[in-house]
């Protein structure tokens, strides 16, 4: 043990007189680099701690160079020998056997509309029909269940008018008698169903010959996607449909329902941008006449920031259509989003000033839960809701159907 102490303590005296050598040769040359004297003795020290990392690290590198020229390769695949070649040849002639006949599965058949309707309301019905089971569980109707339901309808969007008019017919029912959650729950259903009766109103087209559809809404709403729809769904009733691309304002508005006309199938008559819209409603009208066409879709500009000249220019655009072909517009269709909720019912009290509106298109109803607008607006302002969508695809676009669209609304998983 002695012997040891003896070696360690003269290998530190030698690293120590190393050290000391170390600082008075490198200790002048930072003093000619400037460094003050009382840090030139800690600035050696630390030169010969870089000095050392970059040695250990060099090392490091090197080694692991080494270790990848020595890691073997691969022997390479010797070449097919004779008896290799003979059993390839044997495989080879060997007889086949037959391939399996595999039976393929026969496709899942499509979606029920009422599946389908369902589907598209699958937001709306966990806004409102969720939260209104959570609201019934385990509470007796009282009052202030009331109220919290009457607070439930506003925030899915049936508006004030309607949702005080549906609490105030269901208070009535209460009053007659007691009532349970669930009979609470059927009355609700079934108030909101008598309203959207009232609201419904399927389109005729066999009114008129031709008949003419103007179709009127904000620029976004899907306007011309729903003509693009309707046009593709009369045609495969059997109609003969011609479009008009009154939109002359809108960037590109006329191609892309030049885009839906063919797919349908179907004449666009169109002008170019900026051109009279009334032009292009002359212009279709005659082209409906004299290819005796049974339909008539015209596309309108999307604008409202200055109602005054939106009013004019609807006017002179139905005097030209009227004079064209007999009580013509008739049907002018108006086209919400259901998705920008109370900015819609908005936008159809103003269109409504503004032009003749006869019903309503409440578009994007699948990419919102505020579904309950289908109820607000007709209720508020007397119009027929026409058709509703509730999917991307051109059957999506539906016939609004009060019965189907209660049922798939309240329908328990």
Known sequence: MDQFSNLLKNYLA???????????TVAPLLGQLGVPEIYREVGALG????????VVALFILLLLRIGRRQRPVPPRRAEVTAEEEAEAEAVEEAPTPPAEITVEAPAAAPASLFERMRAGLAKTQG??????DSL???RRVDDELLDDLEELLITADFGMATTGDVIQALRGRVARGEMSPA????????????RLKLEAGALDLNQAQPFVI???????????????????QFTAQGKRVVL????????AAAEQLAIWGERAGVEVIRHGEGADPAAVAFDAAKATLARKADVLILDTAGRLHTKVNLMEEMKKIRRVLGREIPGAPHETLLVLDATTGQNALIQARLFKEAVEVSGIALTKLDGTAKGGMVVAIGAELGLPVRYVGIGEGVDDLRPFDPDLFVDALFRES
Do not use: C, H, P
Request: charged share 20%.
């Open 14 to 24: 030698q690293f120590g007189e190393l050290l000391k050598l170390w600082v008075q």
């Open 47 to 54: 030169a010969l701690y870089l000095l050392v990392t970059l």
């Open 127 to 132: 806004a409102l029909v969720g939260r209104l």
């Open 136 to 138: 019934l569980s385990g």
């Open 183 to 194: 009979a609470l729950r059927t009355a609700l259903r079934e108030e909101l169903r008598e």
């Open 214 to 232: 103007m179709v009127v809404g904000v620029n976004g709403v899907g306007k011309t996607t729903t003509i693009g729809k309707l046009a593709r």
């Open 244 to 251: 008009g691309a009154g939109d002359t304002f809108r960037a």
